[in-house]
Each structure stands twice: as structure tokens, then as C-alpha cells.
């Protein structure tokens, strides 16, 4: 069985992690099938958007603890970072695509921190989310320091970590870090609507903010300022908002090709 699934869904590539007995935890052959969807996204022009999600009654447990980890020997952790979360992380962000992250289920951990590294996270109502490192011995990786103080704020952030509570999908609308919920029966339906109409809008904009916002975290006002003035610069010479301005004073739909 492949422990990740990839489909195609007009624009939209849909990578569903797969192992669903497992809550889909990351074993190697998961992180490393997964960092070569990514990178295959990449370079696929027809693909406009991602959807990741998870098989089963689970988004992500996190780290597979029965592989390896739970061995009692000491194992170089970072050398796994090194070698599969990173990597993953900087592809997910550095892809000019949108990625929707569709969390069907608990998000624990490094599985969690996947879903963050996305753009936009969308949750069943039954989602649950859990910064689970504490209850191990560890701290949040895959980025997790990183994204969450800038998404909660420096306090919530810290007391997901150090407490490593488990939160409803509510919970996580109300701390800003899921964009909308949506009833577990219609879930999966909804999360490709949002994909696909990700897909239909002008590729060069989507890019350019993906730029602009993942800048945004080590600028300062004025370097963002002056980002954001090169980057609609170059936006302004492209045909998509020659034929956004168009649609518009026609009064028609537009029809972004990118
Ligand atoms: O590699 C590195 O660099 C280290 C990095 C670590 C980053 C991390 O992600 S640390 C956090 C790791 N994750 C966890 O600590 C979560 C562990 N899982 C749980 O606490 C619970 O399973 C859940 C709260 C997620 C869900 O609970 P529940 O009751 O809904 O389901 P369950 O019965 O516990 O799990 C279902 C099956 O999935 C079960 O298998 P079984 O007993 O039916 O054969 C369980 O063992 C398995 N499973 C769940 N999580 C993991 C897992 N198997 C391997 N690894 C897991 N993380």
C-alpha cells in the first residue's frame, strides 16, 4: 500500500497521507514520499493547487513512535530533521502553488506543525489538534516555534507547547488557526471546492503573495514595502490582470490562464 496517495482532480493535486491504521504517522517512507510529492508538484505547470489530507479518522499523529523511536536507544533526532522534516517544510512554503490543508481528524505533533506549514488550514468539525512533543520529551519541530507565535501569539504559542493540550476544531477557528469548519459529511467535498476555486485564480498572484507573506516574517516595513511594490510591478505586466481589469469594465466573469 503507498503511504501516500496522490490524485489529480482537474487542477488540483490532492496528496492524502496513508496510513490510516496509524492515524497516517510519519515513518520514513511516508516523509520520503511525501518530500517527492512536493518537489514533483513543483515543477507540474497544470497543477494550480494542493490539497493535503489525511485517510482515515486522522489528519497526522505525528512521528511514527513505533519506528525506531521506541527502540530505547538514544537516535539522532536531528539527523531525521535533517534529512525528511525540513526539507518538507521549505518545500511546502517555497512552492509558488497555494496548499490546502484539509485536517480530517487529529493533527498531533510534527503532524500538526505539516498542517501549519501549509497556507490555508480548513478542518472537519471533528479535527483535533495537539502540540504532543511535551508528552514525549521533546519540543515542536517542523517549524512548529516558528509558525505557531506568529499565527497566535507568543503566550498561546508557549502554552500549546509546554502544555501540549489537546484543542477542538472550535478551539483552533477561535486562536485563528484554522480558516473555517466544516460537518465531517460534507468535508472532503468542501475541501476541493475551496481547492479547486484556488486553482481557477491567477497563478502569478497566488505566487507573489506566498512570496510576499513568507518575507514578510523576517522584514522589516520598509524592505516589505518595497517587496511588495517589485513583486505588483511585475504582476501589472502579466495578461491575468490585464484580463482581471477587462472582466471587470465588462461587467463578466474573469478567466485567469496564468
Ligand atoms: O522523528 C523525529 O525527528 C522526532 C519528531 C517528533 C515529532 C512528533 O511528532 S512528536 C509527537 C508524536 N505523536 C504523538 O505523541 C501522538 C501519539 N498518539 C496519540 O497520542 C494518540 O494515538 C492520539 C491522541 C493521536 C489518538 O488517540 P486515539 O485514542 O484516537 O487513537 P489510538 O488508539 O491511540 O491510535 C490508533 C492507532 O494508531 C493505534 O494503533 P493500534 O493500537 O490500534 O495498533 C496507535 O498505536 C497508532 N498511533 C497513533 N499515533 C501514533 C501511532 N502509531 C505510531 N506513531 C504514532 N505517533
Same mark, same amino acid.
Given at each position: 500500500?503507498?503511504?501516500?496517495?496522490?490524485?489529480?482532480?482537474?487542477?488540483?493535486?490532492?496528496?492524502?497521507?496513508?496510513?490510516? %491504521?496509524?492515524?497516517?504517522?510519519?515513518?520514513?517512507?511516508?516523509?520520503?514520499?511525501?518530500?517527492?510529492?512536493?518537489?514533483?508538484?513543483?515543477?507540474?505547470?497544470?497543477?494550480?493547487?494542493?490539497?493535503?489530507?489525511?485517510?482515515?479518522r486522522g489528519f497526522?499523529?505525528?512521528?511514527?513512535?513505533?519506528?525506531?523511536?521506541?527502540?530505547?536507544?538514544?537516535?539522532?533526532?536531528?539527523? #531525521?530533521?535533517?534529512?525528511?522534516?525540513?526539507?518538507?517544510?521549505?518545500? #511546502?512554503?517555497?512552492?509558488?502553488?497555494?496548499?490546502?490543508?484539509?485536517v480530517n481528524g487529529i493533527a498531533?505533533?510534527?503532524?500538526?506543525?505539516?498542517?501549519?506549514?501549509?497556507?490555508?488550514?480548513?478542518a472537519a468539525r471533528s479535527a483535533t489538534f495537539?502540540?504532543?512533543?511535551?508528552?514525549?520529551?521533546? #519540543?515542536?519541530?517542523?517549524?512548529?516555534?516558528?509558525?505557531?507565535?506568529?499565527?497566535?501569539?507568543?503566550?498561546?504559542?508557549?502554552?500549546?507547547? #509546554?502544555?501540549?493540550?489537546?484543542?477542538n476544531a472550535e478551539?483552533a477557528?477561535?486562536?485563528?488557526?484554522?480558516?473555517?469548519l466544516f460537518d465531517d459529511e460534507?468535508f472532503?467535498? %468542501?475541501?476541493?471546492?475551496?481547492?479547486?476555486?484556488?486553482?481557477?485564480?491567477?497563478?502569478?498572484?497566488?505566487?507573489?503573495?506566498?512570496?510576499?507573506?513568507?518575507?514578510?516574517?523576517?522584514?522589516?516595513?520598509?524592505?516589505?514595502?518595497?517587496?511588495?511594490?517589485?513583486?505588483?510591478?511585475?504582476?501589472?505586466?502579466?495578461?491575468?490582470?490585464?484580463?482581471?481589469?477587462?472582466?471587470?469594465?465588462?461587467?463578466?466573469?474573469?478567466?485567469?490562464?496564468?
Amino acid at each position: 500500500m503507498n503511504d501516500v496517495l496522490i490524485d489529480t482532480a482537474g487542477a488540483v493535486r490532492v496528496i492524502t497521507l496513508n496510513r490510516p %491504521e496509524r492515524l497516517n504517522a510519519l515513518n520514513t517512507d511516508l516523509l520520503a514520499a511525501l518530500n517527492d510529492a512536493f518537489a514533483a508538484v513543483a515543477d507540474e505547470p497544470a497543477v494550480r493547487a494542493v490539497l493535503l489530507t489525511g485517510a482515515g479518522r486522522g489528519f497526522c499523529a505525528g512521528a511514527d513512535l513505533m519506528q525506531g523511536l521506541g527502540s530505547g536507544e538514544t537516535i539522532d533526532l536531528g539527523a #531525521m530533521i535533517d534529512e525528511f522534516y525540513n526539507p518538507l517544510v521549505r518545500r #511546502m512554503r517555497g512552492l509558488d502553488k497555494p496548499i490546502i490543508c484539509a485536517v480530517n481528524g487529529i493533527a498531533a505533533g510534527a503532524g500538526m506543525n505539516l498542517a501549519l506549514a501549509g497556507d490555508i488550514i480548513i478542518a472537519a468539525r471533528s479535527a483535533t489538534f495537539t502540540q504532543a512533543f511535551i508528552r514525549i520529551g521533546l #519540543m515542536p519541530d517542523a517549524g512548529g516555534t516558528y509558525f505557531l507565535p506568529r499565527l497566535v501569539g507568543d503566550a498561546r504559542a508557549r502554552a500549546m507547547a #509546554m502544555l501540549g493540550e489537546t484543542m477542538n476544531a472550535e478551539h483552533a477557528v477561535a486562536l485563528g488557526l484554522v480558516w473555517k469548519l466544516f460537518d465531517d459529511e460534507v468535508f472532503a467535498t %468542501e475541501a476541493l471546492t475551496i481547492a479547486t476555486n484556488l486553482a481557477a485564480q491567477p497563478r502569478h498572484s497566488l505566487a507573489a503573495m506566498k512570496h510576499a507573506f513568507n518575507a514578510a516574517a523576517g522584514n522589516t516595513l520598509d524592505a516589505q514595502l518595497d517587496l511588495e511594490r517589485d513583486l505588483q510591478r511585475n504582476l501589472g505586466q502579466t495578461a491575468d490582470f490585464a484580463e482581471g481589469v477587462q472582466a471587470f469594465l465588462q461587467k463578466r466573469p474573469a478567466v485567469f490562464k496564468g
